[in-house]
């Protein structure tokens, strides 16, 4: 019996607990939906409306955020959140336009246009530190990794044949360098008149777009001016996009018609042997001789010598393919982040854009100039054309070239004779870096 009364005493008050704690609850609920009611209630939908039209990307245009900061976390100016956003927003369309009707390079053109219309969506920061494209930039532009891939790659798909059948196209590829040091000289003139304020190690980053080539600028300009790297990387590969708007003028200026007709012709065959030795022999030159030039000789060679061993085609192939066009997918994202208005429209890069045009014009006209010095020796004539192809814009500067010669005889074909200077081109301006690491660091 008294059992019984002890578990109806335990039922009662276990409903008693359950019957408080639902009313409590209830109670809560109430209160909450009361609370949200109010909150609710006190934000008018017209308000709604209005904050959900102040979030747009009309109104950050036309009335910009006074507290927004660029993607270095600096202070922006109005001009640069609104109209300079839509002045680099239409310059990515014509990027677009030269890319795809005019076909300028599009593998690079593409990638870096696309990146700067992002760069300069507002509100998103899509360029900023957090951002996507910041994360791309400093995972792979900031750190090298890209340019060193990018060398594999370019490696892997270079033939030396050429350059080693008529070595003397090496001097081509030398003269072409010109560019770099004769830039170098005149920034450092300007910075002494007072034009510019650019220290040494500045000039000598800038300089390097007058190689035309994208990888070795933002190795140099890492090691030596960190802080324009993003102006250099943006100006050097923009160059390389407009290799065929910018160099044939230059060309046609400098040569005569019966020189764009020159023949040329193969000299000899290049065994194999030669072509496992070349590889090695520069790497071990560039060591004894100038190792500060080794990451970039030593990537671009590593990709060669895989591809002319011949036992290894699974990973040549994955150089010259896959692994060379996502990392140029990155790199191009990543040098279009650049573009955004706050850090392309400004003096600075301004300057080093012009800069970086006379550097790539000096090096495509000495180019052309040594071949035109060449040919008043005896020997085997050159065609003055291959001579711009002496900058590192591989192979876009000399598949110029070949399309230049073949405007005035279209059987004379120059693309593998231009690869000569071409290739030697790329040694010599990732040499040229050396040098002015060695010299400035």
């Not at 408080?20 to 609920?29: D, E, G, I």
């Not at 030596?224 to 910018?246: H, K, R, W």
């Not at 020159?262 to 004894?288: D, N, Y």
Request: charged letters at 10%.
């Amino acid at each position: 019996m008294k059992l019984l009364v002890l578990k109806f005493l335990a039922l009662f008050m276990l409903l008693s607990a359950t019957n408080v704690f639902a009313n409590a609850s209830a109670h809560n609920l109430e209160e909450l939906s009361m609370h949200k009611e109010e909150t609710y209630q006190s934000k008018p939908f017209s308000e709604m409306i209005t904050g959900f039209l102040a979030s747009t990307g009309i109104s950050a245009f036309i009335n910009p955020n006074p507290d927004e900061l660029s993607s270095d976390g600096k202070a922006m100016s109005d001009f640069h959140k609104s109209w300079g956003r839509v002045i680099m927003i239409l310059i990515t369309f014509l990027l677009f336009y030269l890319a795809i009707k005019k076909g300028f390079e599009p593998l690079l053109l593409l990638p870096i246009a696309f990146g700067g219309l992002l760069a300069n969506i507002p509100v998103a920061g899509i360029a900023g530190e957090h951002g996507f494209l910041g994360v791309i930039y400093n995972m792979g532009l900031s750190n090298e990794m890209f340019p060193i891939i990018i060398f594999m790659g370019v490696g892997a798909m270079t033939d030396f044949g050429p350059l080693l059948s008529n070595p003397k196209t090496a001097l081509l590829g030398g003269a072409a360098q010109f560019g770099i040091f004769g830039t170098l000289v005149g920034a450092v003139a300007l910075s002494q008149a007072g034009f510019v304020d650019f220290t040494l190690q500045q000039a000598s980053a800038i300089s390097i777009i007058g190689g035309a080539d994208g990888p070795t600028s933002i190795f140099i300009a890492s090691k030596l001016a960190p802080e324009l790297l993003g102006a250099i990387a943006v100006a050097s590969y923009s160059y390389m996009a407009m290799v065929p708007i910018i160099q044939p003028p230059i060309m046609k200026a400098l040569t005569t018609e019966a020189e764009r007709k020159i023949r040329m012709t193969t000299l000899r065959h290049v065994s194999r042997l030669e072509k496992l030795i070349f590889p090695i022999l520069v790497l071990v030159l560039a060591i004894l001789v100038l190792p500060e030039s080794t990451p970039l000789i030593g990537a671009f060679m590593f990709g060669n010598f895989l591809k002319e061993s011949g036992v290894v085609e699974r990973l040549n192939d994955t150089l010259q393919n896959s692994l060379i066009n996502i990392v140029t997918i990155f790199l191009g994202l990543g040098v279009g982040s650049k573009l955004a208005a706050d850090q392309f429209l400004v003096p600075e890069t301004m300057f080093i854009m012009a800069l970086g045009i006379i550097a790539f014009s000096v090096g495509t006209a000495a180019g052309v100039i040594m071949a035109k010095i060449m040919n008043m020796f005896p020997g085997h004539k050159i065609n003055p054309l291959i001579g711009s192809a002496g900058v590192s814009a591989v192979p876009m500067a000399a598949r110029v070239s070949n399309k230049v010669g073949m405007e005035y005889d279209k059987t004379n074909m120059l693309l593998m004779h231009a690869m000569g200077p071409n290739v030697a081109g790329v040694i010599g301006s990732a040499v040229a870096a050396g040098v002015l690491i060695s010299l400035f660091q």
